[in-house]
T-cell receptor
Framework: DSGVTQTPKHLITATGQRVTLRCSPRSGDLSVYWYQQSLDQGLQFLIHYYNGEERAKGNILERFSAQQFPDLHSELNLSSLELGDSALYFC????????????FGSGTRLTVV | SQQGEEDPQALSIQEGENATMNCSYKTSINNLQWYRQNSGRGLVHLILIRSNEREKHSGRLRVTLDTSKKSSSLLITASRAADTASYFC???????????FGAGTTVTVRA
């Protein structure tokens, strides 16, 4: 157990639907990052939140949104799902100090049918 | 777009042999990190090397960093079957607040 909890582990949904992925960071970590991993695109950075504020945005589609709540857990919302959104979605967290590695969750495998 | 590129894409070695993989990146970095991913599972942080460091060791892992060539290498010594995984380099810059990953090297250790 890495300390980063992601739910659900697996999700199968139909095109056009909306899903919410949840992440609880490691205790004490203020930063949460979301990544998408697919066979053709590799690991793509989506978004970073620090203590509730958006800090950096990557290749995140307009159909996707995220937020970090006061208790520091984060949610990634994916809407109007397309077949190409099928991927592994990872959440990672890190502490306040620089030059430390990220702790990744075990991911949510999303399949859009 | 990805910051790092690993080489080779895939590597197959016999148990007990050493495995070496390389990573090249494009911009100036704060640090470079290596992660391991077992099939379809989460990434595990292996080692971090700062931009002012040239070499670092952790157990059977040895990482080098050459900032003039914008490249790094990861050496796994005396490999074991349990080392079979994908290995990713990732870079963190001073301004980006994120890790940028390469495409990874898939390592297969044959018993």
């Amino acid at each position: 157990d890495s300390g980063v909890t992601q739910t659900p582990k697996h999700l199968i949904t139909a095109t056009g639907q909306r899903v919410t992925l949840r992440c609880s960071p490691r205790s004490g970590d203020l930063s949460v990052y979301w990544y998408q991993q697919s066979l053709d695109q590799g690991l793509q950075f989506l978004i970073h939140y620090y203590n509730g504020e958006e800090r950096a945005k990557g290749n995140i589609l307009e159909r996707f949104s995220a937020q970090q709540f006061p208790d520091l857990h984060s949610e990634l919302n994916l809407s109007s799902l397309e077949l190409g959104d099928s991927a592994l979605y990872f959440c990672a967290s890190s502490g306040q100090k620089a030059n430390y590695g990220y702790t990744f969750g075990s991911g949510t495998r999303l399949t859009v049918v | 777009s990805q910051q790092g590129e690993e080489d080779p894409q895939a590597l197959s070695i016999q148990e007990g042999e050493n495995a070496t993989m390389n990573c090249s990146y494009k911009t100036s970095i704060n640090n470079l990190q290596w992660y391991r991913q077992n099939s379809g599972r989460g990434l595990v942080h292996l080692i971090l090397i700062r931009s002012n460091e040239r070499e670092k060791h952790s157990g059977r892992l040895r990482v080098t960093l050459d900032t003039s060539k914008k490249s790094s290498s990861l050496l796994i010594t005396a490999s074991r079957a349990a080392d079979t995984a994908s290995y990713f380099c990732a870079t963190e810059t001073w301004s980006d607040y994120k890790l940028s990953f390469g495409a990874g090297t898939t390592v297969t250790v044959r018993a």
